[in-house]
């Protein structure tokens, strides 16, 4: 692929260092400096120093000989201080220690039939490296996937992997977004990962952030107007991507993404809060990935998807940008988990005071956004526009992620709050709706680890405003628990995932119900259409919800029944058919009747879910 990156007036070489045969290319932008200088820690000779050229962009660039992977180097602006490069593509010695040079070119890569997976295929698997195994690393995983595609998982994705202060992090603090965390096992291991998932078909997407960097390791304000003096998110300076000398900083994004694509051939990322990435040109940041991943598709061949985390419920994120979007192929819907989460948990109501009524889940399923332009108390305001029009396969729904257990001090996975009925039910809630599912790392047996916040800053100025910042955040939400020291080693052990869990037997009995739940939609047509066009939701008296699909004929139909109540619920099968048919039993939580008649009653077993199809060969099409 070529360099380019689509930025008008800049020029073919990329932002960071690339190995050519007799040497090294440097490239680091500094727009504000005078001078620059490349300091490469020699192996046995003294050390050399190279002054570097700039270019009217602010681009300081040197060729280096004789330098090969594994090379370490630090920049040196204005003669002064030295510090890593800001976009180094592996940091060894962690955030403060050198850079070092990369060979992408060394991974014998396996996975040249590879071009990708539907994205309305997709069932998510989120991972966080550190406490997904004993071990903590990207090569542990690989001997777990094939428990993951036993599941019946179609895509893993991986909690932030940009180098973090210290060896454990959730990884939102990242300062090098280009090198992936030395002690996970760096670059390298992360290919040996996407390979092995490809092999047996799971796509990889990461998790990145772009709204803000982590405090400590943070070099970029030594070398050029990274941060927007005028805007600041909730976790410290906007990155500056419509202020002076922001090109650069676009083209720094730019370019991390299409890193991802090109030299780890991943699938796709999902961005952190896109809500707080503020741009005010003409031609957004969104145009600007959105036009340069087009290139890199037509150049590569493969899918490369972008998913977006907002709290905006605005549908212009998830349109493209020719009808005035910001291109995202797909969102993470809040909305869908905060309405089934305080039906099943009342006490949930206490922090989801807008959600609580069933309508509002029969609205997430047939629309997306509960909240479409509706007065919401939490916002105190209106919010939100409709996304009735969207395909289903632009919203990923889940009933857990890394934020629900670690925004909560006691860090309690739903696996601790609510009993096993209600676990059935909520995977069913989520694995047959219309939207992408996806399970947070050990949901599928209900693992009950809790997972905390956890960190490892050095700073002691920076662990000081951390742990006031955490203590602030859980007071407006009226815990009355107090959360574990986030820096403490015991912390983060408590969270690593109990695997063996997975044989015991109510473990494994959740365990199955996912497998079959996933086995039904992988494989029956009503599922695997994501469109929304022929699903209608319906109430059954104040607790029981009736979700109907149909063929566009009408001649085959599935209706899935959810009693969200801790008593049993008499009411009617609803008629959908016109004829006497009867229902047959796919698949249900619990005991309840193998076939059903339309108009006939029914009595839905406590907190229940179930699925049953009409094959309907004498309906008439309307």
């Given at each position: 692929m070529p360099h380019h990156h689509h930025l008008p007036g800049l020029f073919d070489h990329p932002v960071y260092p690339v190995l050519q045969k007799d040497g090294c290319h440097f490239s680091v932008w500094a727009p504000e400096r005078k001078s620059m200088t490349l300091h490469l820690l020699a192996r046995g000779d003294a050390d050399t120093g190279i002054a570097m050229q700039k270019d009217k962009y602010g681009y300081f660039t040197a060729f280096a000989e004789g330098v090969t992977a594994g090379d370490l180097y630090y920049y040196l602006p204005d003669g002064g201080k030295q510090y890593p490069d800001p976009c180094s593509q592996h940091q060894p010695n962690g955030v403060h220690g050198p850079s070092a040079v990369v060979d992408h070119s060394l991974h014998p890569w396996n996975d040249s039939p590879w071009t990708g997976r539907p994205l309305a295929s997709m069932?998510?698997?989120?991972?966080?490296?550190?406490?997904?195994?004993?071990?903590?690393?990207?090569?542990?995983?690989?001997?777990?996937?094939?428990?993951?595609?036993?599941?019946?998982?179609?895509?893993?994705?991986?909690?932030?992997?940009?180098?973090?202060?210290?060896?454990?992090?959730?990884?939102?603090?990242?300062?090098?977004?280009?090198?992936?965390?030395?002690?996970?096992?760096?670059?390298?291991?992360?290919?040996?990962?996407?390979?092995?998932?490809?092999?047996?078909?799971?796509?990889?997407?990461?998790?990145?952030?772009?709204?803000?960097?982590?405090?400590?390791?943070?070099?970029?304000?030594?070398?050029?107007?990274?941060?927007?003096?005028?805007?600041?998110?909730?976790?410290?300076?906007?990155?500056?991507?419509?202020?002076?000398?922001?090109?650069?900083?676009?083209?720094?994004?730019?370019?991390?993404?299409?890193?991802?694509?090109?030299?780890?051939?991943?699938?796709?990322?999902?961005?952190?809060?896109?809500?707080?990435?503020?741009?005010?040109n003409a031609h957004t940041i969104w145009d600007e990935l959105h036009k340069a991943l087009h290139h890199w598709g037509l150049h590569s061949g493969r899918s490369f998807y972008l998913i977006a985390e907002s709290d905006t419920n605005d549908p212009r994120t998830i349109r493209m940008p020719a009808a005035g979007g910001h291109g995202f192929h797909a969102q993470w819907l809040d909305d869908f988990h905060h309405a089934l989460y305080v039906l099943l948990d009342r006490e949930g109501q206490q922090h989801y005071e807008d959600y609580g009524e069933l309508h509002q889940l029969a609205k997430a399923y047939t629309e997306g956004f509960v909240f479409s332009g509706e007065y919401v108390l939490f916002r105190r305001r209106t919010h939100g526009a409709s996304s009735a029009g969207i395909a289903g396969e632009q919203?990923?729904?889940?009933?857990?992620?890394?934020?629900?257990?670690?925004?909560?001090?006691?860090?309690?996975?739903?696996?601790?709050?609510?009993?096993?009925?209600?676990?059935?039910?909520?995977?069913?809630?989520?694995?047959?709706?219309?939207?992408?599912?996806?399970?947070?790392?050990?949901?599928?047996?209900?693992?009950?680890?809790?997972?905390?916040?956890?960190?490892?800053?050095?700073?002691?100025?920076?662990?000081?405003?951390?742990?006031?910042?955490?203590?602030?955040?859980?007071?407006?939400?009226?815990?009355?628990?107090?959360?574990?020291?986030?820096?403490?080693?015991?912390?983060?052990?408590?969270?690593?995932?109990?695997?063996?869990?997975?044989?015991?037997?109510?473990?494994?009995?959740?365990?199955?119900?996912?497998?079959r739940l996933i086995a039904l939609r992988k494989t029956h047509p009503l599922l695997t259409d994501l469109s929304r066009q022929y699903l209608r939701a319906d109430l059954l008296g104040t607790t029981g919800l009736a979700i109907c699909r149909h063929s566009a004929d009408r001649r085959n139909q599935l209706l899935v029944l959810f009693n969200f109540s801790a008593t049993a619920l008499a009411t009617v099968v609803p008629c959908y058919s016109r004829g006497p048919e009867a229902w047959t039993k796919l698949l249900s939580s619990t005991s309840i009747p193998e076939d059903l008649a339309p108009g006939k009653p029914i009595e839905l077993p406590p907190w229940c879910a179930a699925v049953y199809e009409l094959d309907d060969r004498n309906a008439l099409p309307d």
């Open positions: 069932i998510f698997y989120e991972i966080h490296v550190g406490t997904f195994t004993a071990e903590g690393t990207l090569d542990a995983i690989i001997p777990r996937l094939d428990d993951l595609v036993s599941l019946g998982i179609t895509a893993i994705e991986l909690m932030p992997l940009a180098e973090c202060p210290g060896e454990r992090n959730w990884g939102y603090d990242g300062v090098f977004l280009f090198a992936v965390q030395h002690n996970y096992g760096g670059p390298d291991a992360l290919r040996r990962l996407v390979d092995a998932c490809h092999r047996r078909g799971i796509a990889v997407f990461l998790d990145v952030v772009y709204n803000h960097l982590g405090p400590e390791g943070n070099y970029l304000d030594s070398f050029g107007p990274y941060f927007s003096g005028s805007y600041n998110t909730p976790w410290g300076k906007a990155l500056n991507f419509d202020r002076d000398w922001s090109d650069g900083v676009r083209r720094f994004v730019v370019s991390n993404v299409l890193y991802w694509a090109r030299y780890f051939h991943l699938d796709g990322l999902r961005l952190d809060a896109v809500h707080e990435i503020y741009d005010r919203f990923v729904v889940f009933n857990q992620n890394h934020d629900l257990p670690g925004n909560r001090p006691d860090g309690a996975r739903l696996s601790a709050l609510i009993d096993g009925d209600r676990l059935k039910l909520a995977a069913a809630a989520v694995l047959l709706s219309p939207y992408l599912p996806l399970l947070f790392m050990g949901e599928e047996y209900g693992d009950d680890s809790p997972f905390y916040f956890f960190s490892d800053y050095h700073d002691p100025q920076i662990t000081a405003n951390l742990c006031d910042q955490r203590r602030g955040q859980f007071a407006g939400f009226n815990w009355d628990t107090e959360a574990p020291d986030p820096q403490e080693l015991s912390t983060f052990r408590d969270c690593i995932l109990k695997w063996d869990q997975r044989h015991e037997a109510g473990h494994r009995q959740l365990l199955e119900w996912h497998r």
